[in-house]
């Protein structure tokens, strides 16, 4: 059974029939392609895109989202094996998974780490448990990958640059108060060296290096796509001549699950953010970012608001090529009907 769980597990051409399937269904608001389906979205994290756009993208195709929160509006879950359930937990996800598979036809699963031990996050264990145990395909809403919002980025950046194939893209770690998941930097790097690019992880020093897996993955693909990557710890050499900029904000590893001692590690990097004079060492660069975004924090207002920002681009792609995941999962073609379409718009504004 086909999960969407990592860009890094689908081919490559896979992921761009899923982007030309997003782009097909971009601009026209109903296509019922599953109609009568349904999918379980589970939340153990706030959401505000992620679960819009799932939930709007389910009702544009004709199926039907039940969203659900373990541990408020569900039972909390047990993910470990053999354990003898006398905690907070009241249903194991074996049973969970069992019993939705047999309710939906997709189950969605957003969990994020604890922030407590990186080598028991990066196991990934509620997203495995539930691909594991389910009898229907699963997708990950964002966990220690994000990878709907990899093809949404690449959408963005295809309908701005076209060929994305020996591109300079800067993926910057920016500077926040708060230590914040790794998801979308580990996934930008791979869906970046996926396509081709010649890319630039610029971040302040070692200790706020992404996890080795991800690092690999990037040398893997470069090698394959006849790309390139490379790590930089100097921003004028990483923002000269870059046609893409890529913010996001991340925990240094070394520290997780002690922020109190990195805290003043980071602070000293606030000249991290993106702002004019660094954009202006591009070559007209295209900046983006993955939302939610602190203003003058990660980066300035004249940046997030300029021509070459496709921030909200990026977002609003998020709903079409999710619809195109799910069509892909249920092998239902990812094309829009002309004449059905005609009907069906002329029916929904009567």
Known sequence: MKHFL??????????????????????????????????????????????????????????????????????????EMGVIMDDEAEEHVQEAASVLSRYCDLIAVRAFPKFMN???????????????????????METITHPC????????????????????????????????????????????TRFGMDVTLLCPDEEFLLDERYLSNARKNALETEGAFQVSHDIESSYDGAEIV??????????????????PKRDRYKHFIVDECKMAMTNEAIFSHCLPMRRNVK????????????VLEEAANRMHVQKAIMCDLLGVPMTTNTHTQKDLTHASST
Not at 179 to 192: D, E, G, Q, R
Request: net charge negative; proline share 6%.
């Open 246 to 263: 890529y913010a996001k904000s991340w925990g240094a590893i070394p520290y997780f699950g002690r922020w109190d001692e990195e805290k």
């Open 299 to 310: 980066a300035t207002d004249q940046v997030i608001d300029s021509q070459n920002s496709i």
């Open 118 to 140: 990186w080598q028991e996050d990066r196991q990934d264990k509620i997203l495995n448990a539930f691909a594991t145990h389910s009898s229907v395909p699963v997708i990950n």
């Open 149 to 192: 919002q990899e093809l949404a980025h690449i959408m963005a950046l295809q309908d701005r640059l076209g060929d994305l194939k020996g591109r300079k893209y800067v993926l910057t770690w920016t500077w926040h108060p708060r230590p914040l998941n790794t998801a979308v930097a580990n996934s930008a790097l791979m869906i970046a």
């Open 6 to 79: 990592n860009t890094q597990d689908w081919p490559l051409d896979d992921l761009q029939a899923v982007i030309d399937g997003g782009k097909s269904f971009r601009g026209i608001p109903v296509h019922p392609h599953l109609t009568g389906k349904s999918i379980a979205l589970l939340f153990f994290n706030p959401s505000l895109r992620t679960r819009t756009s799932f939930e709007i993208g389910a009702f544009h195709l004709g199926a039907h989202a039940v969203v659900l929160q373990p541990g408020q509006d569900a039972w909390p879950l047990e993910f």
